[in-house]
């Protein structure tokens, strides 16, 4: 540790409680371990108690009982008011211990010494001073309460009993470093100068690097670089706190915040997050604008003045009060891992672990050499937020699998040197596995922004992009407000890229499309318009080569998604040399010679490195694009080149798999617009996808493949085809053990609310199942609490329906109901597990392994069956009663080993006996029944298929990255 002379503290960014524990542990420091510490509660006046002989000094004795109070000012102020108001405090205070009707007094438990700890400032000027005045008051109160003596720690004694208790100063070091932590943050901590300094120019370093939002996606003029300060927002979640079973609607970013700050104040509250969001969501961008904040208040005030780093920081500050985002408390240190760069990391054969991954991302970022063994003392000294970004964008079950072993190994041995550490993962929700479900992990939900927010975000955009006219600004706002106002593109409005691009095509159009492959495919042709009009050779090749340009870009798109699918591949970029071969081929099979479509090709690859409509340079060997959701329109534009039956083979072999329900969700929006011959054949796949194996009828992908086309809404113009994607979609109602639900039926509120036919239809489909069965009847209160967050007709006949139906579920129910498969439960409606009766009932292998096996497998078939029944011995049955209904049986999620369940959900035989031991499951073992489906699903849909999309399309083979 560098050498450590006397500094003062930030004890004003202490709350009282944490205070307190300051107070109680420099108490510990000073006094020693016979001091005995008071937790929350009522505490008769004290922090802590001594008892016992204290030597101050030579002439200065304490034998006796000696209380330690805490007074902690929240916002000192720096003046004569901060000693008025501690005078007012300890008056207070003291008059108690001397009012004989008091407890204090009549349980004997006035003090023979007593200590005053304090964060405001007192003067020492004589008599008149604060330090003076306060053991003037406490000296009228001595001889009434039988005070032998007293000590004050006012703010600059305890500044200088931290500079001489190195452990406490440690502890409390994110709390109480002043604004200028990094310039010198050696001198809080035990860490050497030469790591502190390192982890100080990463900050910066950081901080610089992430100012950008990349609107590439949004055609701004330059290049799409906005800084993030200038558009940014909180956004509306989701949240259930775990430690008290309550759902509120919560600003995410500060949700994020106030958890990380929450952490050890709130008793079972978990210490990380899953944010969980759609495409486009914002989920990535959350994440970047935490890490910011998180530097901002480590930086402080010490960026040199009108430097990069200070200009960026004070642009940070106003962004977050604009959006009302608080400085955290805790002073955590940030770093954001892209989990698809880490997932090829360790696919590489690096054997990379978490932290050492880190390391070298400081490592590049800086010039200094950081090791993991550094990080790890980092990691010792200092609390850490780590973002974990895109686990959905690592689609290969192995690398998922493998991913996930190291983030529990990282949680271990940041457990193992007692490290703060508050992780924060995102993920779609499609493919997501409930991986971090009772792993000490809160969840988050993204919520579509309210029509009010999407209007503020686009004016915010518009007031960014058009500063320097405001007619034009006025005229976006205006059409933004229209379209708000229009049902149709009001519901396009509800995630900030579906925003920003509506807000770019309001600028040279009157109207929105109305339906969401619209609204990519307009933005993609008013892209493209934009890049031709420039001046200069890449507008003349645009104008000249636009069919070749498409083909190339959807080429590449529809590439890289398959690429994405294998491990290894999580983050691919398409080389230039690839590139160049691709275009070299898409050339001269349009008959262009071949010493032309060479030249013509470096042409085309140059523009892609500046920029090439939505194609931009990754780095210098590498294209691809910034932004997902522009890759998978991509992908979905290839997908629906040629023959209407090629088409549909397409559409039908990657329907299961969540790695490609966007694409699939795009093409399909694309023919119900572009081919409405083909709309009966895509409800026809959707049926048939349902009945088409034993596994299939086990997952209904068909069904959920409706609820997300109806929510997309492709069928505005079709109600026909509406109430036929409707009946498809509630066909989920209608199976038994269905607690998992798609994403989308929330949406279903917009969609149905509008249409009386739908209404009722969805009224019948619900009440019928609530009349059936207790499965189907739990499924149906599961809609019904999904559809009450809308604001429309069907939200309304939801509330409705559960205010007089719903408390007839046994208290059994409603807790597995409450624990397993409702993210939106009414307060009331929750069981807390103190009203239960909890016990082991086995593992899931015992449940259903029998069945399993005592199908025909032979050879590798039954191989892969054992294997699986070993993954599913960590899956924990817990038997939960009431009392009155016994026997009922909870699944305690642990997720088995992917890569071996998708390997065996791949094989047929395998698939149709793990689906039939779920459908031997008996009726009243629901809830795992339950959990036991949602593996399942969650299995089936990470199969690969790109080796089935490479037999219809073989002109994807052997294309290497």
């Known amino acids: 540790m560098g050498n450590h002379g006397p500094v003062d503290y930030d004890l004003t960014r202490l709350g009282t409680r944490e205070f307190e524990h300051v107070t109680q542990a420099l108490a510990l420091g000073v006094l020693g371990p016979a001091v005995s510490v008071f937790g929350d509660g009522p505490d008769g006046g004290r922090e802590a108690t001594f008892n016992g002989r204290l030597l101050w000094s030579v002439d200065d004795e304490w034998d006796g009982h000696v209380v330690i109070q805490a007074k902690h000012r929240q916002r000192p102020l720096g003046t004569r008011e901060d000693t008025v108001w501690l005078l007012q405090q300890v008056d207070s205070e003291l008059a108690r211990w001397d009012d004989p009707t008091r407890n204090r007094s009549k349980n004997g438990k006035r003090p023979d010494y007593l200590i005053i700890s304090t964060n405001v400032v007192l003067s020492g000027v004589p008599r008149t001073g604060g330090i003076d005045s306060v053991n003037a008051l406490i000296a009228r109160y001595a001889s009434n309460i039988g005070l032998r003596g007293w000590r004050v720690w006012h703010f600059d004694q305890l500044s200088r009993m931290l500079d001489n208790n190195e452990s406490v100063r440690r502890s409390f070091a994110h709390f109480i470093t002043p604004g200028d932590v990094l310039a010198r943050i050696d001198r809080y901590i035990d860490v050497s100068t030469d790591l502190a300094r390192s982890m100080a120019v990463y900050v910066e370093a950081e901080m610089l690097a992430n100012k950008w939002i990349r609107l590439a996606e949004a055609g701004h003029t330059t290049n799409g670089k906005v800084e993030l300060a200038s558009t940014a927002i909180d956004l509306p979640a989701r949240w259930q706190n775990s430690a008290s079973g309550e759902h509120e609607t919560v600003n995410a970013g500060r949700c994020v915040i106030h958890h990380a700050d929450s952490i050890d104040k709130v008793p079972g509250l978990s210490p990380h997050i899953v944010i969980v969001g759609g495409p486009g969501q914002g989920k990535t961008t959350l994440g970047q604008l935490v890490c910011q904040l998180y530097r901002v208040a480590m930086i402080g005030t010490t960026a040199a003045p009108d430097s990069d780093v200070d200009h960026i920081a004070g642009s940070l500050r106003s962004c977050f009060t604009r959006i009302d985002l608080p400085s955290p408390i805790r002073k955590r240190w940030p770093i954001r891992v892209e989990l698809a760069k880490y997932a090829d990391a360790i696919a590489g054969g690096e054997g990379t672990s978490l932290l050492r991954y880190m390391a070298e991302q400081v490592s590049n970022r800086i010039s200094d050499r950081v090791t993991a063994s550094m990080l790890k003392d980092w990691l010792r000294a200092w609390p850490w937020l780590v973002v974990l970004d895109g686990l959905d964008e690592v689609a290969a079950a192995s690398s998922r699998d493998e991913v996930l072993v190291r983030i529990t190994d990282f949680l271990v041995e940041s457990r193992s040197v007692e490290a703060d550490v508050s992780l924060v993962v995102t993920t779609r929700p499609q493919g997501y596995g409930g991986e971090f479900h009772g792993r000490n992990f809160e969840h988050l939900n993204l919520m579509p922004l309210e029509a009010q927010d999407a209007i503020a975000y686009a004016q915010l955009l518009a007031r960014v992009r058009h500063s320097d006219d405001p007619d034009l600004r006025d005229s976006i706002n205006a059409r933004m407000r229209q379209a708000a106002g229009d049902l149709a593109t009001a519901r396009l409005m509800t995630s900030p890229l579906q925003v920003t691009i509506m807000s770019l095509l309001l600028e040279a159009r009157e109207r929105a499309p109305q339906a969401r492959y619209a609204l990519f495919d307009a933005y993609y042709s008013t892209m493209y318009a934009r890049e031709m009009g420039?001046?200069?050779?890449?507008?003349?090749?645009?104008?000249?080569?636009?069919?070749?340009?498409?083909?190339?870009?959807?080429?590449?798109?529809?590439?890289?998604?398959?690429?994405?699918?294998?491990?290894?591949?999580?983050?691919?970029?398409?080389?230039?040399?690839?590139?160049?071969?691709?275009?070299?081929?898409?050339?001269?099979?349009?008959?262009?010679?071949?010493?032309?479509?060479?030249?013509?090709?470096?042409?085309?690859?140059?523009?892609?490195?500046?920029?090439?409509?939505?194609?931009?340079?990754?780095?210098?060997?590498?294209?691809?694009?910034?932004?997902?959701?522009?890759?998978?329109?991509?992908?979905?534009?290839?997908?629906?080149?040629?023959?209407?039956?090629?088409?549909?083979?397409?559409?039908?072999?990657?329907?299961?798999?969540?790695?490609?329900?966007?694409?699939?969700?795009?093409?399909?929006?694309?023919?119900?617009?572009?081919?409405?011959?083909?709309?009966?054949?895509?409800?026809?796949?959707?049926?048939?996808?349902?009945?088409?194996?034993?596994?299939?009828?086990?997952?209904?992908?068909?069904?959920?493949?409706?609820?997300?086309?109806?929510?997309?809404?492709?069928?505005?113009?079709?109600?026909?085809?509406?109430?036929?994607?409707?009946?498809?979609?509630?066909?989920?109602?209608?199976?038994?053990?269905?607690?998992?639900?798609?994403?989308?039926?929330?949406?279903?509120?917009?969609?149905?609310?509008?249409?009386?036919?739908?209404?009722?239809?969805?009224?019948?489909?619900?009440?019928?199942?609530?009349?059936?069965?207790?499965?189907?009847?739990?499924?149906?209160?599961?809609?019904?609490?999904?559809?009450?967050?809308?604001?429309?007709?069907?939200?309304?006949?939801?509330?409705?329906?559960?205010?007089?139906?719903?408390?007839?579920?046994?208290?059994?129910?409603?807790?597995?109901?409450?624990?397993?498969?409702?993210?939106?439960?009414?307060?009331?409606?929750?069981?807390?597990?103190?009203?239960?009766?909890?016990?082991?009932?086995?593992?899931?292998?015992?449940?259903?392994?029998?069945?399993?096996?005592?199908?025909?497998?032979?050879?590798?078939?039954?191989?892969?069956?054992?294997?699986?029944?070993?993954?599913?011995?960590?899956?924990?049955?817990?038997?939960?009663?009431?009392?009155?209904?016994?026997?009922?049986?909870?699944?305690?999620?642990?997720?088995?080993?992917?890569?071996?369940?998708?390997?065996?959900?791949?094989?047929?035989?395998?698939?149709?006996?793990?689906?039939?031991?779920?459908?031997?499951?008996?009726?009243?073992?629901?809830?795992?029944?339950?959990?036991?489906?949602?593996?399942?699903?969650?299995?089936?849909?990470?199969?690969?298929?790109?080796?089935?999309?490479?037999?219809?399309?073989?002109?994807?083979?052997?294309?290497?990255?």
Request: glycine share 6%; aromatic share 6%.
């Open 534 to 961: 420039k001046p200069g050779p890449i507008g003349t090749l645009l104008e000249e080569n636009k069919r070749h340009v498409d083909a190339i870009h959807d080429r590449v798109g529809l590439l890289l998604h398959c690429y994405a699918e294998s491990a290894g591949e999580s983050d691919a970029a398409l080389p230039r040399t690839q590139l160049r071969r691709l275009t070299i081929k898409r050339l001269t099979v349009e008959g262009h010679e071949q010493l032309y479509a060479e030249r013509l090709a470096d042409r085309i690859i140059d523009a892609a490195t500046s920029r090439l409509v939505l194609l931009v340079a990754k780095n210098v060997d590498h294209v691809g694009y910034e932004v997902r959701s522009l890759q998978e329109f991509a992908a979905a534009r290839a997908l629906t080149e040629g023959t209407d039956d090629d088409v549909i083979d397409r559409l039908r072999v990657i329907a299961t798999s969540a790695h490609w329900r966007n694409p699939w969700l795009f093409a399909a929006g694309r023919l119900f617009v572009e081919r409405e011959h083909l709309r009966g054949n895509i409800t026809n796949l959707l049926n048939e996808l349902d009945v088409t194996s034993e596994l299939n009828m086990a997952t209904m992908p068909g069904a959920e493949l409706a609820l997300e086309l109806l929510a997309d809404d492709v069928a505005r113009s079709a109600p026909t085809y509406q109430r036929i994607l409707l009946q498809r979609g509630l066909k989920v109602l209608d199976y038994e053990f269905r607690t998992i639900i798609s994403v989308r039926l929330a949406a279903l509120d917009n969609v149905v609310s509008s249409d009386e036919s739908m209404m009722r239809e969805t009224r019948q489909h619900v009440e019928a199942a609530d009349k059936a069965g207790r499965s189907r009847q739990i499924l149906a209160a599961y809609a019904l609490w999904k559809w009450r967050e809308g604001n429309g007709a069907l939200a309304k006949w939801a509330r409705q329906y559960i205010s007089k139906s719903s408390m007839r579920f046994s208290v059994t129910q409603r807790f597995l109901m409450t624990h397993q498969i409702v993210d939106a439960m009414p307060k009331k409606f929750i069981v807390q597990r103190s009203e239960v009766k909890v016990r082991s009932g086995g593992n899931l292998a015992a449940l259903v392994g029998e069945v399993i096996l005592a199908r025909d497998l032979h050879g590798s078939d039954r191989r892969a069956a054992e294997e699986l029944l070993k993954s599913f011995k960590r899956f924990e049955l817990q038997i939960v009663s009431d009392g009155t209904e016994r026997n009922v049986i909870a699944a305690y999620l642990i997720m088995p080993d992917y890569e071996i369940l998708v390997e065996a959900l791949a094989r047929k035989n395998v698939a149709d006996a793990v689906a039939f031991a779920l459908h031997s499951i008996p009726d009243r073992f629901w809830g795992v029944a339950g959990s036991f489906q949602a593996i399942i699903q969650v299995g089936a849909q990470r199969i690969p298929t790109v080796h089935l999309l490479e037999e219809l399309m073989p002109e994807l083979r052997g294309q290497e990255t």
